[in-house]
């Protein structure tokens, strides 16, 4: 790598230094210019003009600068101070003389003003690229509830998040990730809430990060996990702000990570998949109704085929006779084992919505009616599968879709439920569903046991896990989570802990 | 010793056992994130040695797809007594055979030297192997039975894929194959029909509804002996359908004999199985110059065993729940007077039929299907023992009394005779 050479006095030279260095780089852009009164002192500012918004830099830079009657040649600094302090209409400036930095700033979309005699650089505020407006979050749409969702923009985000909690206690650090992407990432906590063993946990692992880029929030996920390979996620995704905020008023930690909408929070508990924003804006019972439902969705699609499966190939005498008998009639001239059967349903429904998931709606369209109506009515048409399999697999499809979240690791745990149901029937699953269980309860979320409050032991644990209590009886924060200040409650004196 | 003991009382005493509880769990025990890659060589290695120690050891002989063996849904065991065979039918769900969805039936015959050796060869025809899980009733031939029930009881208890709940049945036709084999039409299941006939006895009492446990609950037990219901086939317009009706008596393990459809209601009353029904009185019986029927909605018996001076008297005491259910013209039941001849007629018509058929049975068949012994069992258990030995000779001499109490709670929807004022 060139060393990298200081700035001197003398301007032309400057521009040359930045000039070798972004020697191939054409979107920058070297105006040079000087003041009607005063001769001889040279200004250049240069920007990237695809970064930058042409507006700041001529009326608010070049123009103030060319008209200003108060400029003369000075020694060193002064200039600089001057103009800042009287000429410049900007809103954020620096003076500096390390030439790496001006280049790292001016890439990022400041503009840089050199000035003639100054050995510094005045950094100048003037970002302007374009920026998505807030839009509804696509994966977390409510019917009642707020409409904004996160976008890529930190700034933006952040706002999000401060109307929500205009309080003093609300910090937000900013920091950069990546030793190239240069990542903006803010790390968002309620002093007073948040645990500081938990808080000190994640800085620390926040700075062991060594990675070239961070394009998306999973980057640091997985870099900071407790469990990074594991299928569940430790820690917690969302895209609604006030999702965001009410995990910040348990007492959580949130990761903003610049160019993307998803906000990771953290420690995540599992119990966190089932609830939904609108479970706490909707009357309590439906958010109850809707929540249990998606705990028994998720037990569904995960099951449903290996039960299915037991049932067939073990454990006949356990159904109804009329079922029996409807079930050995559809089974009738299928040419596949059960277990062959729904796997390869499986991997068609699965292949059907990887393939809808990613084309544009129209085309979308058409492979849903090809599969729907090719691949399923034809199939039991042609004996090729049996009609009950067509039916599980279908409904554990839709089931799997009631927690989006954990839709990844549903899709893995099925096939080992069907696989080690194959070997052993209703025995396997069972098995299969203590192993499944015994690594939840193993797991932790930054020192937080990963299944808290999944296995409500207390009357007070099942408020908001089980069932979405109505406000006024939820009283206390999560454990572990929320312990420094546990009451809810501000106007009230505080019982006891 | 005491110095131990000492110091755990002082343990305990301290702490609290909430405490420690709660220390465990409300704790953030923090652990290097990056621990879980080491030793993660030696997890899998010891995840793969389990697995393979498991799977053998657990190894299910059972899987099997339900379309490779016949779903047998009902059972006729008969016997040649020409040939000294076993021969069993089996009416097994064709499922390769319906071309829609609904189920058809076919039947299977097998004969053997032995009642398993017989299921074994019924695989010589079909093909397949049989799965009795769903089987819902076993028909047994008259004559079979009359030998002995004892192998077809004793395989029904050993077999492990047979359910207790499925019904057993005693045929009077010539084999019991008839029976199952007997559609009215080419999509009806007779099996089934027949366990739907089974079922609705509750409405009519003519004929018991008893499955495996009970059938040999009575076998096993003392001082009851095991009955069950008997069918036959009848003509009607030239189809044939089969028709459940009385009951087949068992002494031991021996068919002795029928009862018939009256028979079979007292002998249900006396067991305190009655739970419905019709009573059917002619004109000459009420002296309400109408003939009538009363519909039974319960009925409850008790035996009261007695014993004095060695000898044992049993008092059936029958307590009905009567409503008038049909006349044969007009019947003024508003009065006190006429209800109260109905009570009594019905009381008199239920006691003596009671006493009838009791003595039939004691004097004919000389088993005691109605529990009396039993009843004396629980009752008198030290008088029992002398007399357990020759039971179903004691029985028939045995001496007893009925009382019924019966009333009328209904009289239907109409509370006025139907008739012009």
């Known amino acids: 790598m060139i060393k990298m050479q200081a700035f001197t006095k003398f301007i032309d030279e400057n521009i040359n230094i930045i000039k070798t260095t972004l020697n191939l780089d054409t979107t920058i852009v070297y105006r040079e210019f000087e003041n009607n009164e005063v001769d001889n002192v040279k200004f250049c500012v240069i920007y990237d003009s695809s970064m930058c918004k042409p507006d700041i830099i001529s009326n608010d830079i070049i123009r103030p600068i060319l008209n200003s009657k108060k400029i003369s040649l000075k020694e060193d600094t002064e200039l600089c101070k001057l103009l800042v302090k009287n000429i410049l209409i900007v809103s954020d400036y620096k003076i500096t003389s390390e030439v790496s930095k001006v280049i790292d700033s001016m890439l990022e979309g400041d503009a840089v003003l050199l000035v003639e005699n100054s050995a510094e650089a005045i950094i100048l505020e003037a970002k302007g690229y374009s920026k998505r407006s807030i839009t509804e979050p696509a994966s977390q749409k409510v019917v009642r509830g707020p409409r904004e969702g996160f976008t890529e923009d930190v700034d933006t985000n952040i706002s999000l998040l401060r109307r929500r909690l205009p309080d003093k206690n609300f910090k937000i650090n900013l920091r950069k990730l990546g030793a190239i992407s240069k990542t903006d990432v803010a790390l968002c906590y309620i002093d007073g809430l948040v645990s500081p063993k938990i808080l000190d946990e994640v800085n620390k692992r926040l700075n062991e990060i060594d990675i070239d880029g961070v394009l998306e929030s999973n980057y640091i996920d997985e870099l900071i996990s407790d469990a990074p390979l594991s299928l569940f996620r430790t820690i917690g995704i969302t895209e609604r702000p006030d999702s965001a905020a009410a995990k910040l008023l348990e007492g959580r930690v949130i990761i903003i990570c610049s160019g993307t909408p998803i906000v990771l929070t953290m420690p995540f508990l599992f119990i966190e998949h089932f609830q939904e924003s609108e479970d706490y804006y909707n009357h309590f019972a439906v958010g109850t109704i809707n929540r249990l439902l998606r705990i028994v969705g998720f037990v569904l699609s995960i099951s449903l085929p290996a039960i299915y499966l037991a049932i067939m190939n073990y454990h006949q005498e356990m159904v109804p006779t009329n079922l029996a008998i409807s079930m050995s009639i559809s089974r009738s001239g299928v040419p596949f084992p059960t277990f062959f059967e729904l796997l390869l349903y499986l991997f068609i429904f699965e292949t059907i919505r990887e393939a809808t998931s990613r084309t544009p709606g129209n085309v979308g369209q058409t492979v849903a009616i090809a599969g729907a109506l090719v691949i399923g009515q034809a199939a039991i048409m042609a004996k090729l599968v049996s009609a009950p399999v067509i039916i599980i697999v279908s409904f554990t499809l839709i089931t799997g879709f009631l927690v989006l979240e954990l839709k990844s690791a549903v899709i893995i745990i099925r096939v080992i439920f069907i696989f080690f149901t194959m070997i052993l029937g209703l025995y396997g699953y069972i098995f299969t569903l203590c192993g499944l269980a015994f690594y939840l309860i193993s797991l932790r979320s930054f020192g937080v046991p990963y299944m808290l409050d999944a296995y409500p032991i207390k009357d007070e644990d099942i408020k908001d896990t089980l069932i979405r209590a109505p406000w006024s009886f939820m009283e206390t924060r999560p454990k572990l989570i929320g312990q420094l200040r546990m009451q809810r409650k501000y106007t009230q004196k505080n019982k006891t802990k | ?421």
């Open chain 2, 1 to 421: 010793m005491e110095l131990y003991g000492d110091q755990t009382q002082a343990y305990w005493s301290t702490t609290n056992a909430k405490e420690v509880y709660s220390e465990k769990q409300d704790k953030i025990v923090l652990i290097n994130f990056k621990e879980c890659f080491q030793n993660m060589k030696q997890k899998i290695i010891i995840a793969l040695f389990l697995i393979m120690i498991i799977i053998p050891l657990l190894s299910n002989r059972s899987y099997s797809e339900v379309e490779d063996r016949y779903l047998v849904i009902g059972a006729a065991f008969d016997f040649d007594f020409d040939k000294n065979l076993y021969n069993i039918t089996v009416e097994v769900i064709a499922s390769e055979d319906s071309s829609s969805d609904k189920a058809i039936t076919k039947s299977f015959s097998g004969s053997g030297v032995s009642l398993f050796d017989a299921i074994r060869n019924v695989i010589k025809i079909s093909g397949k192997r049989l799965f009795w899980s769903h089987m819902k009733v076993a028909i047994i031939n008259k004559d079979l039975a009359a030998q002995s029930i004892y192998p077809i009881m004793g395989w029904i208890n050993r077999e492990h894929e047979l359910r207790n709940d499925a019904l057993i049945l005693i045929s009077r036709e010539k084999t019991a194959k008839e029976i199952i084999e007997c559609k009215p039409s080419e999509t009806s299941i007779p099996s089934n029909v027949i366990e739907k006939m089974l079922e609705n006895n509750k409405s009519i009492p003519k004929y018991p509804n008893i499955d495996f446990w009970e059938f040999s609950h009575d076998f096993s037990t003392s001082g009851i002996e095991p009955i069950a219901p008997a069918i036959q086939i009848i003509e009607v317009n030239g189809k044939r359908y089969p028709q459940v009706t009385g009951t087949a008596v068992f002494s031991r393990d021996v068919l002795v004999g029928f009862l018939d459809d009256t028979e079979s209601m007292v002998l249900l009353a006396v067991r305190n199985k009655l739970r419905g029904g019709v009573l059917y009185f002619d004109k000459d019986i009420t002296n309400l110059n109408t003939g009538l029927s009363l519909e039974i909605f319960d009925s409850s018996t008790k035996l009261k065993p007695r014993v004095e001076d060695d000898k044992v008297t049993v008092e059936i005491i029958v307590k009905s729940k009567l409503g008038i259910a049909d006349t044969e013209t007009t019947l003024n039941f508003q009065s006190k007077d006429v209800i109260e001849q109905i009570k009594k007629t019905s009381s008199s018509y239920i006691e003596k039929h009671i006493a009838k058929t009791v003595k039939i049975v004691q004097e004919k068949y000389k088993s005691d299907i109605f529990g009396f012994g039993k009843k004396i069992n629980i009752s008198f258990p030290s008088y029992w023992k002398e007399v357990a030995s020759d039971w179903n000779e004691n029985f028939s001499n045995l001496e007893f009394s009925v009382k019924v109490d019966a009333e009328i709670s209904s009289t239907g929807l109409v509370s006025k005779p139907l008739k012009k004022e």
